[in-house]
């Protein structure tokens, strides 16, 4: 089935490539709604526990932070939740 798909890099020269000339897609669920997110890597894919969210306002501006509603420091990263309904949406 065709769904929609957002890009989550710059493409730089707007050809289509990444700078890795590789992309991949993640695809989401949301509701009953299905959306894929190019993206030019993906490290990995982890279950996260809520426990462990902060909030993002510390650490991101309100114009960086408007899709982030949580921080999760997990190791030696930090991990961006975003709510997917506003990159959506934007």
């Known amino acids: ?27 989401a669920r949301i509701e009953d709604k299905k959306f894929g997110f190019e993206m030019e890597q993906v490290l990995s894919v982890t279950d996260l526990d809520p426990s462990k969210f902060e909030s993002p306002d510390r650490w991101l501006t309100p114009d960086r932070g408007t899709w982030v509603t949580h921080l999760v420091k997990q190791e030696d990263e930090v991990i961006l939740v975003m709510d997917l309904n506003r990159a959506i949406a934007a």
Do not use: E, H, M, Q
């Not at 989550?8 to 695809?27: E, L, M, P, Q, W």
């Open 1 to 27: 089935d065709p769904l929609p798909v957002l890009v989550c890099f710059d493409r730089g020269d707007k050809s289509g490539a990444s700078a890795t000339n590789r992309s991949y897609v993640v695809i």
